[in-house]
């Protein structure tokens, strides 16, 4: 077995909080809580003091919720016209 990288497929970034906080609009306390009640992926521990998320499931996150507020939108229009 090879320890050469497979350059053919791409290493996955890491994205710190700034990074996270600009691509989704969240405050740091929303995205805690979010990550916490399994709403948001989860961070991988970079150092005793450093963590980050995987940019391809942060991506992956944003597009599902790009997805469901159309509808989710709708839903609370309609109860709250009743």
């Known amino acids: 077995m090879s320890c ?3 350059l ?3 290493t996955p970034r890491v994205l710190r909080y700034a ?3 600009h691509l989704t609009g969240l405050s740091r306390t929303t995205l805690w809580r979010l990550e916490r009640i399994g709403l948001l992926p989860k961070h991988v521990q970079l150092s ?3 963590v ?3 940019e391809t499931d942060v991506i992956a996150w944003i597009q599902s919720k790009a ?3 159309p509808d989710r939108t709708r839903k609370q229009r309609s109860s ?3």
């Open 4 to 6: 050469e990288p497979d």
């Open 8 to 10: 053919a497929r791409p």
């Open 19 to 21: 990074a996270v906080r």
């Open 48 to 50: 005793s003091h450093s």
């Open 52 to 54: 980050g998320w995987i």
């Open 67 to 69: 997805n469901e507020e």
């Open 80 to 82: 709250t016209e009743e």
